[in-house]
């Protein structure tokens, strides 16, 4: 019995051990370098190991990152910051070239001419009759007004009041509530979002009086329009015949040109033909015009998100920087054992770099997942602020794989200084490393 007790005493510890040994001198190479003293495999080194689908080194790099969470993360996140700061300047320049394409299609016109006074429409005719270029000439009348109560009360500052023909074709309201000029009501006007938040006392459904010089007219807003600009009222015909004396006369021109027609050569023969007229223009706008001064304020918006995003960006670089830093220093050991192997410097800078890319990647799916949290707030409060009613919410049709890009040049710029480091730090040297 003794015998028997020893045999296995002895016997079941050796092959216990003989079992222990045997798999672990069956581990490959480089997973036994990722378990390497002081780094731990943790529980996803096998897994990783016998993952087939990636090529060695991305890897080995992902294993490193999961060996070292914690400062991964960290990194992630600072990175994400930054990434996030870029993919909202994306979309929110294209919610606010989405908003400003949708109100310029409310006006489908290629030319506005402003004249310094009224002038008989059959006038203002004989100019535009018989010109290729023109396919539409509509003739609209203004007038200045202040807005008041009923009780005489002025409400506001002196505001354009625009009347456009009961036909038109060179408007198409935008309007965010109520109705438009239909004929139903023949006091109603539309005013602006800009207006309302210039004036509060005015409201949707208020009767109140319009006053220019010491013609009244009696109106109600019967419906609120989205334009950018100053504040404006468009009136019936009924309003503005109130407000003007004479009713067969216009001031505003709006033309729709044919197609391919050079905007700006066509504004200023209409000029020359008008001035030949005696007809004097006040202003000439094109479409094209009004387009480049919009985009020209939303460009400077982007461009100062974009600023912050370089910084938050500049930030998580260095952040990432720092983290593959101590990764090489802490694998100085295993970087000259992979030397010793015959790995190449090339190899060891394209390790460190995968090992910043998969960080990087981590904070650009974070970033990714934020934007649209942080970019919905950004564009309804730069909408209040620039046409006092929020832009349309667009996400960037590219911003997700701009945002890629970003993440992967930062990755690289990132990993390169320490990478080099390691692929010139000597064998001897590295193993003597404790």
Not at 59 to 87: D, K, N, Q, T
Request: proline residues 6%; charged residues 15%.
């Amino acid at each position: 019995m003794a015998a028997l007790i020893l045999v296995f005493g002895v016997a079941i510890p050796l092959a216990v051990a003989g079992w222990r040994v045997g798999r672990t001198v069956g581990v490959p190479v480089r997973l036994a370098l990722m378990r390497a003293s002081g780094q731990g495999g943790g529980a996803m080194a096998g897994p990783l190991g016998r993952t087939a689908f990636l090529p060695l080194l991305p890897r080995l790099a992902l294993g490193a990152v999961m060996r070292r969470p914690r400062p991964a993360v960290l990194s992630a996140l600072v990175l994400a910051i930054g990434l996030a700061f870029f993919l909202t300047a994306l979309n929110v320049r294209a919610s606010m070239r989405g908003t400003a394409a949708a109100v310029a299609r409310t006006k489908p016109y290629d030319v506005q001419l402003a004249l310094r006074q009224a002038y008989p429409v059959d006038r203002l005719r004989g100019p535009l009759a018989g010109r290729a270029e023109v396919r539409v000439a509509e003739y609209w009348r203004t007038a200045t007004a202040v807005p008041m109560g009923m009780d005489g009360r002025r409400l506001g500052n002196a505001v354009p009041v625009v009347a456009p023909p009961a036909d038109t074709r060179l408007l198409r309201p935008d309007l965010l509530a109520g109705r438009w000029l239909d004929g139903s009501q023949p006091h109603g006007v539309v005013v602006t979002q800009k207006l309302l938040a210039d004036v509060p006392m005015i409201r949707l459904g208020g009767t109140y009086q319009l006053r220019s010089g010491d013609r009244v007219a009696r109106v109600t807003i019967i419906g609120v329009a989205r334009e950018f600009g100053p504040g404006r009222v468009y009136a019936a015909t009924a309003v503005m015949d109130a407000l003007r004396p004479a009713v067969e006369d216009a001031d505003l021109v709006y033309l729709a040109l044919a197609p391919g027609a050079d905007q700006r050569r066509a504004a200023q023969a209409l000029q020359d033909d008008l001035a030949s007229a005696g007809i004097q223009v006040g202003s000439a706008e094109t479409a094209g015009m009004l387009t480049a001064v919009i985009d020209g304020h939303l460009d400077f918006i982007t461009l100062i998100l974009m600023a912050i995003s370089v910084l938050a960006l500049a930030t998580g670089t260095l952040g990432l920087a720092a983290c593959i830093g101590v990764s090489v220093a802490e694998r100085t050991r295993e970087v000259g054992v992979m030397k010793a192997m015959g790995g190449g410097g090339a190899a060891l800078v394209r390790l460190f770099i995968y090992e910043a890319v998969v960080i990087a990647l981590v904070g650009w799916a974070v970033a990714s997942a934020l934007a649209p949290v942080i970019s919905r707030p950004v564009v309804a409060r730069f909408g209040q602020s620039i046409i006092r009613y929020p832009f349309d919410y667009q996400a960037s049709s590219w911003g997700t794989v701009a945002g890629l890009g970003v993440a992967a040049v930062v990755a690289a710029l990132s990993a390169l200084a320490p990478a080099l480091a390691a692929a010139r730090t000597p064998v001897a040297s590295a193993l003597r490393t404790e």
